[in-house]
């Protein structure tokens, strides 16, 4: 069993209705719950106190029909709250404040809390929580919002919330089809981001790659850092070196490689979300003076010729539909004898029918990723812009990749694949998707996990 705790604390929200009618209302449970978006029943127990049943719900494989019991009281002229009681298998706690602020005016915030015990796969255990903090927030807004419109038109009024889904039914068509992927691969890998990027910091903090691990105990972040200063120190990066991150997510391992060495970085990314959260990240961890992050596009960079000594990257060139042209604008930007440095997402080299059917394929649509290249592909790339290769290696030779997906146990795989169609919330329905094609591809060896380095010519020898 996994605690899931949830809260939600509301901005105040103007009422064309006295304070005193307001918590009046809010003291009648059962009509307040008439408000309340998912409620089955709600049934007194005694005074003040009212057992609350809600809808059965799905989240992936999560199936559970919620209940708890709750005594409201009228604490001062200003607070109503509800205290937690036994009997529930949820606990719900919190207050309403109500303000006056004038005749037949006031306003009217809430402090929620939600905390439940439920059985839950390991690979959800991230995703539910911050999915659950998400539809908190998006059901009461609504509530309360509710609540507004039916004490000052005295008529209940229940407002849907906000549905937490996959952008829209242009990206779902986009994702699932190769040249529909490549055509729009800029506003498609934008899109995917918008959607992902607060689940992935959830579920694996700012660093959004995989890494090899040594040992069966290893974390993840300590493997991962690993990873990142193994890049930086191949391409022999310094305090006196200016970088270039392409493809730099949150600013995970920019910010770490700046940290490690010292040196000066820029990090690029074709998602303003993220390139604003890794702007502030820079911020609060004192660097910002070294570490800076850019939108744009990496087939097209916005840098001029011979500006950078290192070009890194942590499985970014996968969503680029033109990998050659991105190389070609890696070479670009380097300073003659500057290396390019990074660890990708890569297709066996010659895949079969089923492989490219069972885990190319929907890996590439569940990740927003056009089509992946393999190792002697980026081999024959670098070599075709003028780089010279000195690494282009499986990193199963550096440690063990599958680790990177053991919470997809037996059970969690089997489970999922087995709920019906459209009884799982569509985002997470893209994401584990795409995870147990990851982890199943890993296993048949048609996924691999690439790491490069390559050097322009006129560099001083390795």
């Known amino acids: 069993m996994v605690l899931i705790q949830t809260t939600h604390q509301s901005k105040p929200i103007e009422i064309n209705q006295s304070a005193e009618k307001v918590i009046a209302f809010l003291l009648d449970v059962p009509t307040v719950a008439k408000c309340y978006p998912f409620v089955d029943s709600v049934v007194k127990v005694n005074n003040n106190t009212y057992?609350?049943?809600?809808?059965?719900?799905?989240?992936?494989?999560?199936?559970?029909?919620?209940?708890?019991?709750?005594?409201?009281?009228?604490?001062?002229?200003?607070?109503?709250?509800?205290?937690?009681?036994?009997?529930?298998?949820?606990?719900?706690?919190?207050?309403?404040?109500?303000?006056?602020?004038?005749?037949?005016?006031?306003t009217l915030a809430a402090e929620a809390n939600i905390e439940t015990d439920i059985e839950i796969p390991k690979l959800l255990v991230g995703f539910a929580r911050t999915m659950g903090n998400r539809e908190m927030n998006h059901t009461w807004n609504a509530f309360l919002e509710s609540i507004k419109k039916t004490?000052?038109?005295?008529?209940?009024?229940?407002?849907?919330?906000?549905?937490?889904?996959?952008?829209?039914?242009?990206?779902?068509?986009?994702?699932?089809?190769?040249?529909?992927?490549?055509?729009?691969?800029?506003?498609?890998?934008?899109?995917?981001?918008?959607?992902?990027?607060?689940?992935?910091?959830?579920?694996?903090?700012?660093?959004f790659h995989f890494a090899p691990f040594k040992t069966d105990t290893e974390p993840l972040e300590t493997a991962v850092k690993r990873l990142e200063h193994s890049v930086a120190d191949s391409a022999r990066?310094?305090?006196?070196?200016?970088?270039?991150?392409?493809?730099?997510?949150?600013?995970?391992?920019?910010?770490?490689?700046?940290?490690?060495?010292?040196?000066?970085?820029?990090?690029?990314?074709?998602?303003?979300?993220?390139?604003?959260?890794?702007?502030?990240?820079?911020?609060?961890?004192?660097?910002?003076?070294?570490?800076?992050?850019?939108?744009?596009?990496?087939?097209?960079?916005?840098?001029?010729?011979?500006?950078?000594?290192?070009?890194?990257?942590?499985?970014?060139?996968?969503?680029m539909p033109d990998k050659q042209a991105f190389i070609k604008e890696c070479y670009r930007v380097l300073k003659p004898g500057g290396r390019m440095s990074g660890s990708e997402w890569l297709q066996c080299e010659k895949p079969t029918e089923k492989d490219i059917v069972q885990f190319i394929e929907p890996i590439c649509?569940?990740?927003?990723?056009?089509?992946?290249?393999?190792l002697m592909s980026y081999r024959g790339m670098m070599e075709n812009a003028g780089f010279y290769v000195h690494i282009a290696m499986d990193l199963t030779q550096e440690g063990n990749i599958l680790r990177n997906w053991e919470v997809l146990d037996n059970k969690?795989?089997?489970?999922?694949?087995?709920?019906?169609?459209?009884?799982?919330?569509?985002?997470?329905?893209?994401?584990?998707?795409?995870?147990?094609?990851?982890?199943?591809?890993?296993r048949a060896g048609a996924f691999v996990l690439g790491r490069f380095l390559s050097s322009k010519p006129n560099a001083a020898k390795l």
């Open 151 to 207: 004490v000052e038109t005295g008529s209940i009024v229940k407002i849907a919330p906000v549905e937490d889904v996959v952008k829209d039914e242009k990206f779902e068509g986009v994702r699932l089809k190769e040249e529909k992927r490549v055509e729009n691969y800029n506003t498609m890998v934008s899109d995917y981001y918008d959607i992902v990027t607060e689940t992935y910091q959830s579920g694996w903090g700012n660093h």
């Open 365 to 374: 649509a569940h990740h927003s990723v056009p089509h992946m290249g393999s």
């Open 51 to 106: 057992k609350w049943t809600m809808q059965e719900r799905k989240v992936g494989s999560i199936q559970m029909k919620a209940t708890h019991i709750a005594k409201y009281t009228k604490v001062n002229a200003t607070t109503v709250q509800w205290e937690n009681l036994s009997g529930g298998n949820m606990s719900s706690y919190g207050k309403y404040t109500i303000v006056s602020t004038g005749a037949n005016k006031c």
């Open 237 to 319: 990066i310094t305090k006196d070196s200016l970088v270039l991150d392409v493809g730099c997510g949150v600013g995970g391992p920019t910010l770490e490689i700046c940290q490690y060495t010292g040196c000066r970085i820029r990090g690029l990314n074709i998602n303003k979300k993220q390139v604003g959260i890794a702007t502030q990240r820079a911020k609060d961890l004192g660097v910002a003076d070294r570490a800076s992050f850019d939108h744009g596009d990496a087939m097209k960079m916005p840098y001029p010729d011979n500006t950078f000594d290192v070009v890194t990257f942590f499985e970014s060139t996968c969503h």
């Open 412 to 442: 969690t795989i089997n489970t999922f694949k087995a709920l019906p169609k459209g009884s799982v919330d569509p985002t997470i329905e893209m994401m584990i998707s795409g995870a147990i094609a990851l982890s199943e591809g890993a």
